[in-house]
């Protein structure tokens, strides 16, 4: 099984509006874990300004919002 994270945080605009999008692509066999990189310093150091940031098996996304870009990368 594929793993998905999105680092995001509460009140994050951007993020609410990935998560949201991704809940309406078929995930399949892709599991989805989302961690708050505000509960976390190493997190937060990493990734705190360019939030949201999604990762699949470690590669990440350089994309936008898109419905279609997200779900050919999920692929």
């Known amino acids: 099984m594929k793993k998905l994270r999105l680092y995001s945080t509460s009140h994050c605009t951007l993020c609410e509006q ?15 874990e989302v961690l708050d990189v505000a509960e ?3 997190l937060l150091q990493r990734y705190g ?14 994309g936008g919002v ?5 779900a050919e990368f999920l692929s």
Do not use: K, S
Not at 23 to 32: D, K, R, T, Y
Not at 49 to 56: A, Q, S
Not at 66 to 70: H, P
């Open 18 to 32: 990935l998560l949201e999008t991704l809940m309406q692509l078929p995930l399949g066999h892709v599991q989805l």
């Open 40 to 42: 976390d310093d190493n």
């Open 49 to 62: 300004e360019r939030i949201p940031v999604l990762t699949l098996d470690g590669v990440e996304y350089q």
């Open 66 to 70: 898109d419905a279609r870009e997200l």
